[in-house]
């Protein structure tokens, strides 16, 4: 369980194919400082589990049904990714409950800038719509994000600089996939409206 704060930028340092899976290594002096084997990290928003450590560098494998469903298969060397350690019971919540199991990939459809400010509206599938309201929360690559509006097949959110300056959000361009998980909350209350219909 996450909670969308990021806590370090890392960066890619080698992606070794697998057959169809791929082996990940990423620089990241802060969140590997104390990540042991085993540990899960959030890498853009998708819980991954530690293979490897050296030093400042952690190592992944991400299988096909992953790579198929996130933006992890875009990575190349020297690609920057948000990073997260897991909570730990009596952490502070500053975000919202993130499983670091992605719906879906969205896509960056329009971005305004507004002085340091960035308003951004992405294109979502249809169907996870239902799970989102204003003002309620959405992680995008991991990030914890409060929604301002939202249609039945995008969302928009607005960025401070201080999100601009220590996530990936800040380097997002029209097109530009994105890893995109609901509230886990919201599923569960659209769960139980489904077994209400039926």
Known sequence: MFTGLVEELGTI?????QGAAVELTLQAPLV???AALGASIAVNGCCLTV?????????????SET???TNLARLRPGSRVNLERSLKVGDRLGGHYVSGHIDALGTLAARR?????????????????RQLAPKGSIAVDGVSLTLVEVTAEQFSVALIPHTLSVTTLGALQTGDAVNLETDL???YVQRQLEFLKS
């Open 185 to 187: 909350l919201a599923k």
């Open 113 to 129: 800038e507004e002085g340091t400010w960035a308003f951004l509206w992405f294109r979502l599938p249809r169907e996870l719509s």
């Open 67 to 69: 790579l198929s469903r």
């Open 32 to 34: 590997a400082s104390d």
């Open 13 to 17: 340092a080698a992606v070794v194919p």
């Open 51 to 63: 293979v490897h450590r050296d030093a400042d560098r952690l190592t992944f494998e991400a299988g």
